[in-house]
């Protein structure tokens, strides 16, 4: 697994291995102009009361964690037998064949039980304490973010409280320097596969792009504000009424970049549809119902493509009425 870890060979290169290089196409050509930017108000979050203190702690235990020694990272991310904890690349997920991405990345469960830290990283020492602090805190914003968005819908704001958002997941990725960051990505062009991410990004690196009109936007880092993309549940559920944002992160050859990403996502068994009263209004229902299960697994074959997989036939809308 460890050569599987793109930060324990990047070093090792001077150009980007072959099968980390994407086709002309999706590829970021120059990376280095900063190109146009979004506006501040659509995505990113500035007042919300998670202390500066926490913001730094949290990004600096991670870097300190994907900076470790590759056989102890390995280590304290392989505590759960059920794998919940783990670390990958995207070679781990993807078919060998197919293009891979330049990132290394840590997921697990947030710990909401005392039982569920065991399976934690102990080091960074702080890893326990500063992970459980931080997921606690999104947990409170992610609340507010879900019920303003669910009011914003005309539903009870407390519409996405319970099973629709009963089951967050947090992902530290790390993303090594690259030394041709024009031919590879970080992350491929995607919308998320849950209702809302809220990320966590470093000050000063340019890497995170949104597709708006038909171009790519970068989304500048503002200093201890959060990035918040709207998720695919979030399309399903809102009936099409608010959008998946599609991203994609690009490389650069100087720094390492980390980041945090807290999924606001179902429990498994949670059935996903359109909102009834958002259809009893009058509007027909754009997409199937499907458990989040079922979502997922679909999710891993289809990738980009599972939007057109979630959408009703208009023989099955009439039906659905
Ligand atoms: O690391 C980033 O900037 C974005 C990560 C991302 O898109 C994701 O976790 O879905
Ligand atoms: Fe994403």
């Known amino acids: ?65 994907h900076g470790m020694p590759v056989e102890e990272k390995i280590r304290e991310s392989s505590r759960d037998p059920n794998g919940s904890c783990r670390l990958y690349s995207s070679r781990e997920i993807n078919n060998k064949d197919s293009i891979q991405f330049w990132r290394d990345t840590l997921r697990h469960s947030c710990p909401s039980s005392e039982d569920y830290m065991q399976f934690l990283p102990q080091k960074p020492a702080k890893y326990r304490e500063v992970v459980a602090k931080y997921t606690q805190e999104m947990k409170r914003v992610g609340v507010t973010i879900l019920e303003l968005l669910c009011e914003g819908l005309g539903l009870d704001p407390k519409y996405c409280c319970g099973g629709l958002s009963d089951s967050p997941l947090l992902l530290a990725h790390h993303y090594p320097p690259c030394p041709e960051p024009g031919l590879t990505l970080g992350a491929p062009k995607h919308r998320d596969p849950n209702l809302v991410t809220i990320l966590l990004q470093e000050k000063d690196i340019n890497a995170l792009q949104v597709f708006k009109d038909g171009e790519w936007l970068v989304v500048e880092p503002i200093p201890y504000a959060f990035v918040v993309n709207i998720g695919l549940m979030l399309q399903v559920i809102s009936n099409g009424r608010l959008i998946g944002a599609e991203h994609r992160v690009v490389t650069n050859s100087e720094f390492a970049r980390t980041t945090v990403a807290y999924f606001i996502r179902p429990t498994s068994e949670q059935i996903i549809e359109p909102a009834k009263s958002l259809i009893s209004c009058g509007a027909e229902p754009m997409y199937r119902s499907i458990t989040y299960e079922e979502f997922l697994k679909n999710f891993m074959i289809n990738g980009a493509d599972i939007e057109q997989e979630l959408l009703l036939e208009p023989k099955q809308k009439a039906a659905a009425l």
């Open 1 to 65: 697994m460890d050569q599987k870890l793109v930060s324990s060979w990047f070093h090792l290169h001077s150009s980007v291995p072959l099968s980390y290089v994407q086709p002309p196409e999706s590829r970021p050509g120059m990376v280095f102009s900063p190109g146009k930017k979004i506006p501040v108000v659509d995505l990113r979050v500035i007042e919300h009361g998670v202390s500066k203190e926490l913001m730094d702690n949290t990004l600096s235990i991670f870097k300190e964690f």
